[in-house]
């Protein structure tokens, strides 16, 4: 009689999740931080997310249908997950060429030349926000000024961002109100603070996420900025002002967290999200660009596979040492 009995390696239990849960569910978590971009960004915030997404999808399914001539995955939601982050790092007069290239180097050289989903070393969101900001530092530094869903795209009024502000000392900052409410110049989708915060809370809920690398991260930033304010406040803004302001919460919360990039360890978060927080701060407060989030992110991108390397999870079955 044949034996009956097959064995197969582990997991056996299978949670239920999936790449498209994931990613459809960090979509969802990005809602209110969009529907607050229409609010104050209006047509602007529409149009480039529409072509962010669009074009970052095209591109995907023409590399994987001609160029590396395997199965595409445009369903997944990774693509649409990337056209939408790279959009909402973006002013919201941005040129559509300017966009679309964006999306190129995003998909083509941030994830596809990697060999696509869970092979990429860096965020590939982050890839193309970097490449245009060094490419096209005018056109990534015009901030239209926020209004109730303002119809102009091209011509709309522009101005300073509230950490250009006080990296310049000059101008007077935005009102607390403001500052949490998002009606301030920035890329759209970063200002809307509580809205952001909103959908972190969504992703805990899901458990899509965990909280040791956004919490972890801006505690580092406001802990980095408090020092530096309580030394010379005529100098640093308080910590308030730079948590709630540029691209802290949106990096924390929706790129720093990305499943791919960071590491799995939670000791290895803590050591990863610590980084990203003070980079970020030295940046801000000693660099030449006002906003230091993007760079710190993909800094410690880099430095991922060397936390995995050193810091590891307790292995599954094995027994730990005595004395």
């Given at each position: 009689?044949?034996?009956?009995?097959?064995?197969?390696?582990?997991?056996?239990?299978?949670s239920?999740?999936?790449?498209?849960?994931?990613?459809?569910?960090?979509?969802?978590a990005?809602?209110?931080a969009?529907?607050?971009?229409?609010?104050?960004?209006?047509l602007?915030?529409?149009i480039?997310t529409?072509?962010?997404?669009?074009?970052?999808?095209?591109f995907?399914?023409?590399?994987?249908?001609?160029?590396?001539?395997?199965r595409?995955?445009?369903g997944?939601?990774?693509?649409?997950?990337t056209?939408?982050?790279?959009?909402?790092?973006?002013?919201?007069?941005?040129p559509?060429?300017?966009?679309?290239?964006?999306a190129?180097?995003?998909i083509?050289?941030?994830?596809?030349?990697?060999?696509?989903?869970?092979?990429?070393i860096?965020?590939?969101a982050?890839i193309?926000?970097?490449?245009?900001?060094?490419?096209?530092p005018?056109?990534?530094?015009?901030?239209?000024?926020?209004?109730?869903?303002?119809?102009?795209?091209?011509?709309?009024?522009?101005g300073?961002?509230?950490?250009?502000?006080?990296?310049?000392?000059?101008?007077?900052?935005?009102?607390?109100?403001?500052m949490?409410?998002?009606?301030?110049?920035?890329?759209?989708?970063?200002?809307?603070s509580?809205?952001?915060i909103?959908?972190?809370?969504?992703?805990?809920w899901k458990?899509?996420?965990?909280?040791?690398?956004?919490?972890?991260?801006?505690?580092?930033?406001a802990?980095?900025?408090?020092?530096?304010?309580?030394?010379?406040?005529?100098?640093?803004?308080d910590p308030?002002?730079?948590?709630?302001?540029?691209?802290l919460?949106?990096g924390?919360i929706?790129?720093a967290?990305d499943?791919?990039?960071?590491?799995?360890?939670?000791?290895?978060?803590?050591v990863?999200?610590?980084?990203?927080?003070i980079?970020?701060?030295?940046?801000?407060l000693?660099?030449?660009?006002?906003?230091?989030?993007?760079?710190?992110?993909?800094?410690?991108?880099?430095?991922?596979?060397?936390?995995?390397?050193?810091?590891?999870?307790?292995?599954?079955?094995k027994?730990?040492?005595?004395?």
């Amino acid at each position: 009689m044949a034996n009956q009995l097959t064995i197969s390696p582990s997991p056996h239990i299978h949670s239920g999740d999936s790449v498209e849960k994931k990613m459809y569910g960090v979509l969802i978590a990005l809602i209110p931080a969009f529907i607050v971009s229409l609010v104050y960004f209006g047509l602007g915030a529409l149009i480039i997310t529409a072509v962010s997404v669009l074009s970052c999808v095209l591109f995907e399914y023409l590399i994987q249908k001609y160029l590396i001539n395997g199965r595409t995955t445009v369903g997944d939601g990774s693509a649409i997950l990337t056209g939408v982050l790279l959009a909402f790092n973006l002013p919201s007069n941005l040129p559509v060429w300017i966009v679309i290239l964006g999306a190129l180097v995003a998909i083509g050289i941030g994830k596809m030349s990697f060999g696509g989903l869970g092979n990429n070393i860096f965020n590939p969101a982050l890839i193309g926000r970097v490449f245009l900001l060094i490419s096209f530092p005018a056109q990534m530094t015009s901030w239209p000024q926020p209004g109730f869903f303002p119809l102009e795209y091209a011509d709309a009024a522009t101005g300073a961002t509230t950490l250009s502000l006080i990296k310049g000392h000059f101008g007077e900052l935005p009102a607390t109100s403001a500052m949490v409410l998002g009606k301030m110049g920035g890329s759209f989708g970063e200002v809307g603070s509580l809205a952001l915060i909103a959908g972190f809370c969504y992703l805990l809920w899901k458990k899509i996420i965990s909280w040791h690398i956004p919490v972890i991260m801006i505690l580092t930033v406001a802990a980095f900025t408090g020092i530096m304010h309580a030394i010379h406040p005529s100098q640093y803004a308080d910590p308030f002002v730079h948590v709630f302001s540029g691209g802290l919460l949106l990096g924390a919360i929706f790129m720093a967290t990305d499943y791919v990039t960071s590491p799995m360890s939670k000791k290895g978060m803590v050591v990863y999200a610590t980084g990203i927080g003070i980079l970020t701060s030295i940046i801000r407060l000693f660099g030449a660009y006002p906003e230091g989030v993007s760079f710190a992110i993909l800094i410690m991108n880099a430095f991922t596979p060397l936390i995995n390397a050193y810091i590891k999870p307790k292995r599954f079955g094995k027994e730990a040492k005595n004395g």
